[in-house]
C-alpha cells in the first residue's frame, strides 16, 4: 500500500491545526465581525416573535441554541430559501447527484460490473465528488473557430431553464418556488427553451459531430414536445385547472394513472425522448458521433451541461408524479411531534431545555415531501432501468414512433378522458369522489 | 412616469428587432428576433394577460424561431444574398419607418384612447374557451378546416416522389 504522506508528524499535523485555528481567529475579529456588523445594520431585518433582529439580538440569539430556531423559521418562509434550497435548486440538485451515482451502480449491476469502486471506503460514494472535483480542475478548452459568445453561454443557460423547470414542481403542499395559475402552460413553455439551447450550442461549436448532434436534438425534441402536450391534455381535462398544486390536490382520493393510463405511458414514452435517454439518446449516440452535442465542451462547461440535464431528468420525474401519481399525497407515516417537547420542553436529568419554534416542519408537509421524494425516485428508477436493456433505435423510427404512433395514442387518451367526463364518472360533479 | 419595467421590455423588443434585421450574422439575427417576441411576450405579462404570454413563449420563442433558426443553420449565406451597400436607400426607408410611425401614433392618441378607464376585471381565459365552443362554433371549426389544409398542403408539397418511385422508405 502506498503513503501518501511518508514525512508525516502527528505534532506538525497539531501545530497546523492550532495555525489554521489562531488566523481564522485573528480574520474573524479583525474582518469578520466588521462586516458581519456593517451587513446587520445595513439591511433591513425583519422581526421575529415582536422584536426586531437587531446585531445584539442576533448575536444574542446566535449564541443561545434555543433562541435561534425563530430565525431558522424566519429564514425559511423567505423566497430565498425556496429559491435556493428546498423545493428549488439545492433540493432537486441533490437528488440530482444522488441519481448520476445510482446510475452509474445500477448500471454496472445489471451488465454484472462492479462501477465505481475505490473512490469512498463504501462502494465507490465519494465517486461524484471526485468527478466534480476533476471537472473543476480541468482546462475549458474552447475550438478555435467556435462563436465564442454563444459557447460560453449555453451551459448556463441550460441549467438556468433547467432550474427554471424546476421551480414549477410542487413538492408538498404550499412548497413550491413558483405557485403559477397556468403552471402547466410555464411548463411548456419550458421545455420549448431546451431545442433552442442544444442547437446554438451545437451550432457555435463550429465542428460537425456537435453540429449532427444537435440537429437530431431538434428533431427529436420539437417532434415529441406535440405527443407530450397531447398526453397531458386528458388530465387537464378532469381536472379543469392547470395550476399544478391544485392538479396533485385533487388526487387525494386515487391518482390519475388509474383512469388515464395510455397517458401515463405516452407521456412517460415522450419524456424519455426529451431527456435524451436511450433507447432515444441519439443526440449523444456515442458509438456513432463522439458525444453528440456535447463533443466540445471540457471542463466545468460538460459539467454544468450535466448537471443541468440531471435536474431536468428530476424535473420530469417529478411532473409525471405530479400529474398522474397523486403528487404528495399518501399514508400519514410520519409520527406526529411529540406533545410533551412543546409543553414541557426536553428532560436530560436534571437539566431542561425549553425550546420555542418547533416543530420546524408541519406533519404533513414532512410527509408529504416523504412520498413525494418516494414516487420521485421510483419513476427514475424506470426512467433508468431502459439504459441496461434496450439498444438505441433508428432516427427514422424514432420520428415515426412520434409523429404516428404516439399522437394517435395521446388522441385515445383525450378520448378516455372526455368519456369519463361526460359519462359522470369523474370531473365535477362525478361519481366518485376528489 | 412611465412604468420602468415597460420602458425596459419596449427597449428591448425594439432593440432586438432592429438587430435582428441588422446584424450581419444570420444567426445572431434571428436570436435577437427572439428577443422581439420574448419582449412582446414581457409586455403581454404586463398587460395580465398571462395565457397569451405562456402561448407566446412556448408557440413563437419555443416553435417558430426554433424552425428559423434551423433553415438558416441549413442555409449557406452568400449563395442567396448578395450584400448591397447603399446608403441612400437605407436612410430613406429609416425615414420612410418614423414617419409611419408618427403618424399612426398621432392617430392611436388623438383617438382619445388615453382617456378610456374601466373597472372590469382582466378576461378569464376559460371564458374565452367556453365561448369558443358554444358561440362561435362556426369560426373554430373554420380555423380547424384551414389549419388541417394547410398541414396536408405542406406534407403534399414536402413528399418526395423520386424516392417513392424507386420504393425505398420515405417515413
Known amino acids: 500500500m502506498s503513503v501518501i504522506a511518508p514525512d508525516f508528524r502527528l505534532s506538525g499535523f497539531i501545530r497546523s491545526i492550532f495555525d489554521n485555528a489562531f488566523w481564522a481567529l485573528l480574520l474573524a475579529n479583525l ?7 456593517m451587513v446587520l445594520f445595513y439591511i433591513e431585518m425583519p422581526v421575529i416573535d415582536g422584536e426586531l433582529l437587531t446585531p445584539f439580538l442576533a448575536f444574542t440569539w446566535l449564541a443561545d441554541p434555543s433562541r435561534t430556531l425563530p430565525i431558522v423559521h424566519a429564514f425559511m418562509a423567505t423566497d430565498l430559501f425556496r429559491v435556493m434550497a428546498f423545493p428549488g435548486f439545492g433540493f432537486a440538485a441533490l437528488i440530482a447527484a444522488a441519481t ?27 465517486q461524484l465528488m471526485g468527478d466534480g472535483l476533476k471537472l473543476i480542475s480541468k482546462e475549458i478548452i474552447i475550438p478555435a473557430k467556435a462563436d465564442k459568445p454563444i459557447f460560453w453561454v449555453a451551459p448556463v443557460i ?3 431553464t433547467a432550474a427554471a423547470f424546476v421551480a414549477l414542481i410542487p413538492v408538498a403542499p404550499g412548497w413550491v418556488v413558483a405557485d403559477v395559475d397556468l403552471g402547466l402552460l410555464a411548463v411548456f413553455a419550458v421545455i420549448g427553451f431546451f431545442p433552442i439551447i442544444t442547437i446554438l450550442s451545437a451550432w457555435s461549436a463550429n465542428s460537425k459531430f456537435p453540429f449532427i448532434g444537435g440537429i437530431r436534438a431538434l428533431f427529436q425534441m420539437v417532434s415529441f414536445e406535440i405527443p407530450l402536450i397531447l398526453s397531458l391534455l386528458g388530465v387537464v381535462i378532469l381536472t379543469g385547472t392547470l395550476n399544478l398544486s391544485e392538479i396533485a390536490a385533487s388526487q387525494s382520493a386515487f391518482p390519475w394513472i388509474i383512469f388515464l393510463p395510455i397517458g401515463a405511458i405516452v407521456f412517460f414514452t415522450t419524456m424519455l425522448a426529451e431527456l435524451e435517454r436511450i433507447p432515444f439518446d441519439l443526440p449523444e449516440a456515442e458509438s456513432e458521433i463522439v458525444a453528440g452535442w456535447l463533443t466540445e465542451f471540457s471542463g466545468m462547461m460538460y459539467g454544468l451541461v450535466q448537471l443541468g440535464t440531471y435536474l431536468k431528468l428530476y424535473a420530469f420525474a417529478a411532473l409525471f408524479v405530479v400529474l398522474f401519481l397523486g403528487g404528495w399525497h399518501g399514508p400519514m407515516v ?36 416523504l412520498w413525494f421524494v418516494l414516487k420521485t425516485v421510483g419513476v427514475i428508477f424506470f426512467i433508468l432501468l431502459p439504459r441496461g436493456v434496450f439498444p438505441r433505435i433508428r432516427i ?14 395521446a388522441f385515445v387518451n383525450i378520448f378516455i378522458a372526455l368519456g369519463l367526463l361526460y359519462a359522470g364518472v369523474l370531473g365535477p360533479g362525478g361519481m366518485l369522489p376528489q | 412616469m412611465a412604468d420602468p419595467v415597460f420602458v425596459a421590455l419596449a427597449v428591448v423588443t425594439i432593440g432586438s428587432a432592429i438587430a435582428a434585421l441588422e446584424l450581419r450574422s444570420l444567426v445572431y439575427g434571428s436570436i435577437a ?11 403581454f405579462l404586463l398587460l395580465d394577460a398571462t395565457f397569451v404570454a405562456l402561448f407566446q ?52 392618441i388623438d383617438s382619445g384612447i388615453k382617456d378610456i378607464t374601466t373597472d372590469e376585471p382582466q378576461v378569464d381565459f376559460r371564458e374565452i374557451g367556453s365561448d369558443f365552443v358554444t358561440y362561435y362554433w362556426p369560426a373554430l371549426i373554420l380555423m380547424g378546416l384551414i389549419l388541417a389544409g394547410s398541414v396536408t398542403g405542406a406534407l403534399v408539397l414536402a413528399r418526395r416522389e423520386d424516392i417513392e418511385e424507386n420504393g425505398q422508405r420515405t417515413s
Open chain 1, 31 to 37: 474582518v469578520g465581525i466588521p462586516a458581519i456588523m
Open chain 1, 158 to 160: 441550460f441549467v438556468a
Open chain 2, 57 to 108: 413563449l412556448a408557440v413563437y420563442v419555443g416553435s417558430i424561431a426554433v424552425l428559423i433558426l434551423f433553415t438558416v443553420m441549413l442555409v449557406k449565406r452568400e449563395l442567396i444574398f448578395k450584400k448591397i451597400e447603399d446608403n441612400r436607400r437605407k436612410f430613406a426607408g429609416v425615414g420612410l419607418m418614423l414617419v409611419t410611425m408618427v403618424a399612426l401614433g398621432a392617430i392611436f
Open chain 2, 33 to 43: 428576433l427572439m428577443g422581439t417576441l420574448g419582449g412582446i411576450a414581457g409586455l
Open chain 1, 396 to 409: 427514422d423510427m424514432l420520428l415515426n414512433l412520434g409523429w404516428s404512433k404516439l399522437i394517435g395514442l
Open chain 1, 334 to 369: 410520519v409520527p406526529p411531534f411529540p406533545e410533551e417537547i412543546l409543553t414541557e420542553g426536553i428532560v436530560m436529568g436534571p437539566v431542561t431545555a425549553k425550546i420555542p419554534g418547533l416543530p420546524l416542519f408541519t406533519q404533513e408537509m414532512l410527509n408529504g415531501t
Open chain 1, 100 to 126: 448520476i451515482f445510482v446510475e452509474r451502480k445500477l448500471l454496472a449491476k445489471l451488465q454484472l460490473r462492479v462501477g465505481p469502486f475505490y473512490c469512498g471506503k463504501i462502494e465507490g460514494i465519494l
